[in-house]
């Protein structure tokens, strides 16, 4: 199934010239407009972003669109053809890490790094730890496998490369993760992106039926179920269940009910194409 095509987007959703009206702004202003986030809500990197936007508390939409359901306009937002992307005005970010390097500099309050500058680099590293290898694992050679290809591109997954990675690419990432997992709370202290990054990709793992052993893995495993039960993550998750099960045609509408930010104009395709990156 494909998403509906929908009419173009206005000149305020999207727009090709610098628009004053949503330039550089803090949530504290009146009569603000929201950031436009594009992307799914079943996304690891889009649920990074919604997360810090909602403990920011800074108003956002969201262009629910489905991975590789972009048309040519998106593709101009996005030239990798990746979620999610961020829309102020004439400013389009399209990288996670920096949407939400963005988001801190826009609202430093409540800060998602920690102060110190070592803490900070550390902070850093497990994000983009977190980006790279866990996504490796857990969404191109776990997800994509069990539920992106059969639903998007009607192939069969490689059974193979699932055994391998559950019997050897996810210890390793566990491994890693208990050696770097605080024996209470968060990782610097209060929840920040070090948590929030790593524990994205556990929600699309569980939705394939992984969780993580806490025999094995116990420090590893109470970090992420204190990060996965925050309040930002809680509500997300809620919108996230309602929708899993929808077909793809018909996610828009579905998030809208359950009271979703979706906005009024979408770069949906009808039919999905391929990325130019190979994963």
Not at 87 to 93: C, E, H, T, Y
Not at 166 to 181: G, K, Q, R, T
Request: proline fraction near 8%; charge should be neutral; include cysteine.
């Amino acid at each position: 199934a494909g998403a509906r095509a929908q009419a173009a987007p206005s000149a305020t959703a999207y727009p090709e010239q610098p628009d004053a009206d949503r330039a550089l702004r803090l949530p504290h202003q009146s009569r603000m407009k929201p950031l436009l986030i594009i992307g799914s809500y079943l996304s690891p990197y889009v649920r990074k972003v919604l997360v810090c936007l909602e403990i920011k508390g800074i108003p956002y939409e969201v262009d629910h669109l489905v991975p590789f359901f972009g048309d040519d306009r998106f593709s101009k937002l996005s030239p990798l053809r990746r979620i999610p992307v961020l829309v102020d005005g004439d400013l389009v970010l399209s990288d996670s890490s920096v949407i939400c390097q963005y988001l801190e500099d826009l609202e430093p309050t409540p800060a998602l790094f920690p102060a110190d500058i070592r803490d900070r680099a550390r902070a850093r590293w497990l994000e983009e730890f977190a980006d790279t290898r866990m996504g490796d694992v857990f969404i191109w050679r776990l997800f994509n496998q069990i539920a992106i290809r059969p639903s998007v591109w009607g192939e069969k997954g490689d059974r193979a490369l699932v055994d391998k990675t559950l019997a050897e690419h996810v210890p390793a990432v566990l491994d890693y993760l208990e050696s770097e997992a605080p024996a209470e709370g968060f990782r610097f202290g209060s929840l920040g992106l070090a948590d929030i990054a790593p524990a994205c990709f556990f929600r699309n793992a569980g939705w394939v039926r992984f969780q993580i052993d806490a025999g094995r893995w116990p420090r590893a495993a109470a970090w992420m179920a204190r990060t996965l039960t925050s309040p930002a993550f809680t509500k997300l998750a809620a919108l996230e269940d309602g929708v899993l099960r929808t077909p793809i045609a018909e996610q828009r509408e579905k998030l809208r009910s359950l009271g979703a930010p979706i906005s009024a104009d979408t770069l949906a395709a009808a039919s999905p194409r391929r990325g130019v990156m190979p994963i």
